[in-house]
């Protein structure tokens, strides 16, 4: 996207904004709900006309169905229809595409065999979710945009579906994720982008993200400590005390100075969590 606005009556979804996927890249595209993530995704894929700027997907208008061949997509909310079965709806998408992946594969690889038959009316939302994010997989793309695509999976198939996308990236795969679980994205991401009204206000590795914030964990026993300059803020986690600072070594001189028991102390980064809500002043 190249200097992409979109406005709904009052509301500015996108401000001017420019992102660029690369090849073998597995993207996270963070922000709270309505930061323009959605709008975003749907902009790439000719869902929405951009009112300014423009979109292109392998060099082509996203609205072309030669430019749509090559992707894969989850979207927040897909509905199926309730007669056919989960082998016949894989199917059915399978045949919109010139080299998909085999039904059979697929349903293997995301759980599916236990409904294989079973029509998509008597799904549970877990394995709707599962049958979703397998279509997204089908058309064998070189492209996939993942909208929360884990959102009410258990742990078991969550973990499958991260396994499938690792993979797929490992295979020189390109992925843009949107998610608000913030350890899937520090799980997954090799880059990630950050949305806040409309606009783009970080784009970097996931460890440049995570320095930008400028913070650093000092991680010690719990005890009585004096009032620290550079510590913004602290937590207790059980018998330890977490401290969130700017300046690390001056932090610890002062603990030093304090004559504070430092046995077990540990200097950490922050987490992704951490840093997005350092860089945006809110949570997920």
């Known amino acids: 996207m190249r200097g992409v606005s979109k406005r709904y009556r009052s509301t500015e979804a996108l401000r001017d904004v420019d992102l660029e996927l690369r090849v073998g890249e597995v993207v996270a595209l963070l922000g709270a709900n309505g930061a323009g993530k959605t709008t975003a995704i749907s902009v790439l894929l000719g869902l929405r006309r951009p009112d300014s700027g423009s ?9 072309l169905p030669s430019a749509r061949r090559r992707i894969g997509v ?6 199926f ?4 079965t989960v082998a016949e709806i894989i199917d059915f998408v399978r045949a919109h595409f010139p080299e998909p992946e085999p039904t059979e594969e697929l349903i293997r690889r995301f759980g599916l065999e236990d409904v294989r038959d079973r029509q998509a009316g008597g799904l549970s939302g ?15 793309p070189a492209v996939m945009f993942l909208d929360e695509p884990t959102t009410g999976l258990d742990v078991t198939s969550r973990l499958a579906v991260w396994d499938a996308i690792r993979a797929f990236g490992a295979g020189g795969g390109t992925v843009l994720l949107t998610t608000h679980n913030l350890g899937e994205a520090e799980a997954l991401a090799e880059r990630v982008i950050v949305m ?4 783009v206000i970080a784009d970097a590795s996931l460890e440049e993200i995570k320095s930008h914030a400028g913070l650093r964990r000092i991680r010690l026993r719990s005890q009585p400590l004096p009032r620290l300059a550079n510590v913004q803020r602290f937590v207790d986690e059980g018998d330890r005390r977490v401290l969130y600072a700017t300046e690390v070594g001056h932090v610890v001189e002062e603990l030093v ?13 922050v987490s992704l ?6 860089l945006t002043g809110g949570r997920p």
């Open 55 to 63: 979109a292109r997907l392998f060099g082509l208008d996203p609205r």
């Open 74 to 79: 989850t979207p927040q909310e897909l509905g």
């Open 81 to 84: 229809p309730s007669t056919l």
């Open 126 to 140: 877990g394995q709707r979710r599962r049958l979703s994010v397998a279509l997204a997989f089908a058309p064998n």
């Open 196 to 199: 806040s009204e409309g606009q």
């Open 257 to 269: 100075r304090a004559e504070a028991d430092l046995d077990e102390l540990e200097v950490l980064p």
């Open 273 to 278: 969590e951490e840093a997005f809500i350092a």
